[in-house]
């Protein structure tokens, strides 16, 4: 099956129950999994196995402490560019990819043109990267900083 058309996949509640189990813990063995959606091993991968060849499930990914690495301190930032032109959206992208305090970078419809997330060590270093890499990409117009109170979810 290709991976686009996984909207042509029917998703049942044991589907569900086994994504939500996968996204909670990517290690679990096949018969953990399977023991907690109440399937049988076999049945089990055939499933798992079918949601990953319909592009369902895109892989499987280590969480990290942003703490434990020296990036504790996470800005969400939201950019406004000065243009719309596909030059200067193309140059700031270009630009924002070469930043590696950024985690992810989101192009929106409407207000803010960007959405931002970036972790670094603390607030000093936040200033010093904005002071010496967001300002100065190209085509920004506008930039707003605001920083997390409390993650609620994930947990």
């Not at 596909?86 to 270009?94: D, S, V």
Request: overall charge negative; some cysteine.
């Amino acid at each position: 099956m290709r991976a686009s058309s996984w909207h042509n996949l029917p998703v049942d509640r044991i589907d569900r129950a086994i994504i939500r189990h996968l996204q909670e813990d990517g290690r679990l063995t096949n018969t953990e999994l399977a023991d907690k959606v109440g399937l049988t091993p076999s049945p089990c991968l055939r499933r798992v196995r079918a949601l990953e060849e319909a592009g369902v499930i895109t892989g499987y990914h280590a969480a990290v402490d942003p703490g434990a690495l020296g990036r504790g301190f996470r800005v969400l930032v939201h950019i406004d560019l000065n243009a719309q032109d596909l030059a200067t959206i193309e140059a700031f992208e270009e630009k924002i990819a070469e930043i590696d305090a950024v985690e992810s970078c989101v192009r929106m419809f409407g207000q803010p043109d960007y959405h931002l997330w970036i972790a670094v060590a603390d607030l000093a270093a936040y200033e010093q990267l904005y002071m010496s890499a967001l300002t100065r990409l190209p085509g920004v117009a506008r930039t707003n900083s605001q920083f997390p109170m409390k993650t609620v979810l994930p947990r």
